[in-house]
């Protein structure tokens, strides 16, 4: 008899046992609200925030917009939309589109310079459509270069005028490559580009509009100005690097 | 009960029945000891990291140097005297690989391109953490409470300005949190000590508040101190959140104890301002070049002008126009120690310019604002409030005494240890979040808290915690010979009639010269070398545009003859540059001119900046050449053109290393442009 009411507690406190952890694991499991859909779209377009140049680690400056049409093409409030990427944290990373059928995040972007894929998806009554942004993660360096583009370069290299500075391009008689024209300036090698900004245009025999900044910029300077524009080049630059055979 | 005991015994003489069973049995157990340590390397996470990473590279093309270059155990950084003891490169394998820049698996990735090497600063310095630890839990997230955590890659500047206490050049994050520092008030109240010793003083300006009555109302008190940013969104003060009777008692007790200022309201012609001609008045505020220093919201509700100043978008509501006449006619009579110039302006001017911005009034704000006449204890609560709010730390502000350490610290805030934090309810615990959310919504912990709500952008806040996370302990503790010495601004004050014409026309809130002044305008330094005479003179006269796309320009002060005379002999006589030699012989002949303008316009092409003649070059950098020979002095124009940087540091013009030939040509050559100056008459 005794023997029976032990075995009983033993397994009655087992139970108990069971059912609490299985509980706190219930607490523990992630509970990210995914709010349920009110409706369903055809496909998602990109509003806003693509393209964006950022520091690595940080929140980029201007949210990510985009908006779900219904099939006839008008928005469509209410459809659920998820952002995922790889390195990215988008913040929420699943919201219901407003009235404008928008949805609205801000990302902050991973510890790594390059560039990072942000795909927006909303289920359709077939498959999810997808919309996908690219953004910009610049490291050190690569932020260095912008700050000395800022002072030396964006004058001429930039043809748009901000309200602070008057762009110099229109008045130049050779038009200066914008510094992410990839299409340009990814086949030029590092190399040229770095005797480029150090000895002026003539060097390669291009425009002497180009003046020479090797007395004006060091060389990790002229580095970190070619690591920019390789990072910000559209389309993006491959590097060439040394290429080994596999084994 | 007898056979447990046997059964022991029987286990007992089994191990250790005779002499050589016995010997096994405890060399065995000896043996399984000495393998508990190798074997628990074995499985260290440090070494599976080790091994993963051989795996990684083994594919790779360079994978035999790769390999040559690793080497298996235990890695440390040891720098005594910065007191680092990485072992982080254990794991972090690659970090001076190049070839592995392509890596997105951590931990081998290559190092972004940083200007230290590794070797000779090692890791948590800048990152934070545990450097001796060789487990990720221990190393990155150290969760004992006097332990620093991995800094978030955000704040990453934050290491930089340890040793680093000027302004870098690839740090904007950090230079920004520190202009804050200093311009949102914020040392007025925590005092801030740099490792050298030096204290973090104020740049900004806030206003005495000893003669108030004269400036404002009370009204507009109330409804400024209920929401500062309702009335200027740009403005640096901190929304105190205060009730409707706390404002009202303050703004009775300021207005109360005001004492009017000798000189304040006596300008002649204050009647003159009755009706002001607004295009008038618009064009006399653009040509006076308000808006290099005053912001001004336009139609689009966007903020347009520099922020030297405050912001005058609805200025009409805030001044007495008396006070505003006053103020514009000389405004070191309320102010002496204001970054404003005094304008020589005349009194049909003054009435003008008065008119106009008296016109800046929104009729709605503080329309219903009724305040009643405020009793004696209403005026007393406001005094008792100012105290402790602490208003006479950044205000002066009568009979209330600045109080000294009025807020904490901020030293050594950077390791401020997380037991001695008092973290919010869901918030991480780690020392960032608790900086940024301080800084965010001082409220949110606790009523007690003095700190007042500022209102900044998220990039402010990140700005602002990365100049905190930059005090650290660690910075204290470097010794003096590797720390790169901070340069102080200089007390420079010139003496004189010239000295009190600089002070009176504050050129030092926009030139710097000496290592004193602003940033907004040219270095002065060497002015002296550099312009003629007699283009001073008329410059400072009436300045003219020099670069054309220059938006925050010159203002004309209406100097008179002597004045302007007084201040260019006084500038051409001390701001000389020893290194300029104004006697040297400058070949002038036409063939060197000629030469020279072959080099302007094809080797050196410099017409992609400057302009000389308006129908041919478009370059809109720098300044127009045309009358550049009667503007620049020979010697300065060939010791400009062989090293600019040298001549004025920071300035854009590259320098292309021009030969001493090439300069004399080139000097020659411009000296030559005298432009429509030489005759004369300029409008």
């Known amino acids: ?131 996908t942004l690219v953004e910009i993660g610049l490291a050190y360096q690569e932020r260095l270069g912008a700050l000395l583009a800022d002072k030396h370069c964006t004058r001429c290299h930039d043809p748009e005028s901000s309200a602070e500075r008057v762009s110099n391009y229109d008045n130049l008689a050779v038009k200066p490559h914008s510094f992410s024209d990839g299409s340009t300036l990814n086949k030029l090698s590092d190399a040229d580009l770095f005797a480029i900004i150090q000895h002026g245009g003539p060097a390669l025999s291009r425009s002497p509009l180009m003046p020479a900044y090797a007395g004006t910029l060091s060389a990790s300077d002229v580095r970190a100005l070619i690591a920019y524009t390789r990072s910000i080049a559209d389309p993006p630059y491959q590097p060439a690097g040394t290429f080994y055979a596999h084994k | 009960m007898e056979s447990p005991r046997k059964s022991k015994s029987s286990l007992w003489h089994a191990l250790f029945g005779d002499p050589v069973r016995a010997f096994g049995v405890v060399s065995v157990v000896l043996l399984l000891a000495l393998a508990v340590a190798p074997t628990k390397e074995h499985f260290s996470q ?134 804050m520092l200093t311009r949102y008030g914020c040392v007025h109240c925590h005092s801030i000590l740099r490792p050298d010793g030096t204290k973090v003083a104020a740049t900004d300006h806030p206003p005495s508040l000893v003669h108030v009555a004269d400036k404002t109302t009370r009204e507009w008190i109330y409804s400024w101190l209920k929401d500062p940013q309702a009335y200027a969104p740009s403005t640096t003060m901190p929304n105190y959140k205060l009730s409707d009777a706390d404002a009202s008692d303050i703004s009775a007790y300021l207005i109360s104890t005001s004492r009017p200022q000798a000189g304040d309201t006596a300008t ?172 965010r919504q001082p409220g949110a912990f606790g009523a007690g808290v003095k700190m007042p709500q500022f209102a900044l952008t998220n990039a402010q806040t990140d700005a602002l915690t990365t100049a905190l996370l930059a005090l650290t302990s660690r910075s204290r503790a470097i010794p003096d010979t590797l720390r790169v010495a901070y340069v102080p601004e200089t007390a420079y004050q010139p003496a004189g009639h010239a000295g009190r014409l600089m002070t009176e026309l504050a050129c030092f809130s926009c030139h710097r010269i000496n290592g004193r002044g602003g940033d907004m305008a040219p270095d002065l330094t060497a002015e002296g070398s550099s312009v003629q005479r007699q283009w001073l003179v008329d410059f400072l006269k009436n300045p003219n545009t020099l670069r054309p796309a220059l938006i925050r320009r010159m203002p004309r002060f209406n100097l008179s003859d002597g004045e302007s005379e007084v201040l260019t002999d006084y500038m051409l006589t001390v701001y000389q540059s020893p290194a300029i030699d104004q006697e040297m012989g400058l070949a002038t002949t036409p063939d060197v001119i000629e030469r020279g303008r072959q080099l302007y316009y094809s080797k050196y092409a410099c017409q992609g900046c400057h302009i000389i003649d308006a129908k041919v070059d478009k370059g809109y950098i720098g300044p127009t050449l045309t009358s550049v020979g009667s503007r620049l002095t020979p010697a300065w124009i060939y010791e400009w053109l062989k090293n600019p940087e040298a001549v004025r540091a920071g300035t854009m013009q590259p320098n292309q290393n021009i030969s001493d030939e090439d300069s004399q040509a080139l000097a020659a050559f411009l000296s030559s442009l005298k432009g429509a100056a030489s005759k004369g008459a300029k409008p």
């Open chain 2, 268 to 439: 002649p012609d204050a009647k003159a301002s009755a009706s002001p001609d607004p295009a008038a008045g618009a064009s006399l505020y653009g040509q006076s070049f308000c808006s290099s220093c005053h912001a001004v919201q336009n139609a689009a509700g966007n903020l347009v002008g520099g922020d030297v100043g405050p912001e005058l978008t609805r200025i009409g509501n805030k001044v007495k126009p008396e006070w505003l006449l006053a103020w514009l006619n000389n405004p070191r009579v309320y102010d002496a120690t204001t970054p404003m110039p005094h304008y020589r302006l005349t009194a049909p001017q003054l009435a003008t310019l008065a008119g106009y911005m008296q016109g800046k009034t929104d009729t709605d704000y503080g329309a219903n604002v009724h305040l009643t006449a405020a009793t004696t204890q209403q005026v007393a609560h406001g005094k008792l409030l100012i105290s402790t709010l602490g208003c006479a730390a950044c205000h002066e502000i009568n009979g209330v005494a600045k109080p000294e350490n009025f807020a904490p610290e901020l030293s050594s805030i950077g390791s401020k240890p997380r037991a001695q934090i008092v973290f919010l309810p869901g918030m991480e615990r780690s020392l960032p979040s608790y900086i940024t959310g301080k800084v």
């Open chain 1, 1 to 131: 008899m005794m023997q029976h009411t032990s075995v009983r507690t033993i397994v009655r406190s087992l139970a108990c046992y069971v059912t609490l952890a299985f509980l706190c694991a219930c607490q523990h499991a992630p509970t990210a609200a995914v709010p349920q859909a009110k409706a369903t779209g055809a496909a998602i377009v990109e509003s806003s925030g693509g393209h964006q140049v950022g520091s690595t680690g940080a929140a980029l400056k201007e949210p990510i917009v985009v908006q779900v049409n219904d099939d006839k093409g008008t928005p469509l409030s209410g459809a659920l939309v998820t952002f995922h990427g790889d390195g990215v944290t988008p913040d929420p990373a699943a919201m219901l589109t407003d009235s404008s059928g928008q949805a609205t995040t801000t990302v902050t972007l991973g510890a790594i310079a390059g560039r990072y894929q942000l795909t927006a998806s909303t289920p359709t009554a077939s498959h999810p459509a997808t919309a």
């Open chain 2, 46 to 179: 440090w070494h599976r990291y080790q091994r993963q990473y051989l795996t990684e590279i083994h594919d790779r093309g360079d994978s035999i140097s790769l390999r040559r270059r690793f080497s298996p155990g235990i890695h440390q950084i040891w720098l005594p005297e910065l007191g680092v003891v990485d072992r982080c490169t254990t794991c972090h394998l690659g970090l001076n690989e190049a070839s592995l820049s392509d890596v997105r698996q951590q931990p081998f990735r290559k190092h972004p391109v940083i200007p230290h090497k590794l070797e000779g600063f090692g890791c948590v310095i800048c990152h934070g953490g545990q450097g001796a630890a060789t487990t990720v839990a221990e190393a990155h997230r150290s969760e004992r409470d006097g332990e620093m955590p991995i800094l978030p890659t955000r704040f990453i500047e934050a290491g930089c300005g340890q040793c680093h206490q000027n302004a870098l050049a690839g740090t904007p994050q950090l230079n920004l949190g520190r202009a």
